[in-house]
């Protein structure tokens, strides 16, 4: 499995920004498929992710702002970032079955 992450961005603080990530490989199912960040002095944390097909899971400091999403004709997962605030800043990963994508920066910033 390869994935491809890419939306990342500079945007003003209350801005919006939506990530992608696409999948390649021996997909079977996009549950599983997670999205994670690491921001500046902090170790990498979970964001969310697709628990089943119809049940998404959100980190504390994101739910109500971020929506997980996915078309699976695509086999891609996206993650709509809403009010978005200086501490969102970082770099922003897709997992999916012990694999990691690249990663793609996003920088909230006036």
């Known amino acids: 499995v390869q994935l491809q992450a890419s939306g990342g961005g500079l945007v003003q603080p209350g801005g919006s920004l939506r990530l992608s990530c696409a999948a390649s490989?021996?997909?079977?199912?996009?549950?599983?498929m997670a999205w994670y960040r690491q921001t500046p002095g902090k170790q990498r944390e979970w964001v969310a992710m697709f628990a089943s097909s119809s049940s998404t899971v959100y980190a504390d400091s994101v739910k109500g702002r971020f929506t997980i999403s996915r078309d699976n004709a695509k086999n891609t997962v996206y993650l709509q970032m809403n009010s978005l605030k200086s501490e969102d800043t970082g770099v922003y990963y897709c997992?999916?079955?012990?694999?990691w994508g690249q990663g793609t920066q996003v920088t909230v910033s006036s």
């Open positions: 997992y999916y079955g012990g694999q």
């Open positions: 490989g021996s997909i079977f199912s996009l549950n599983g």
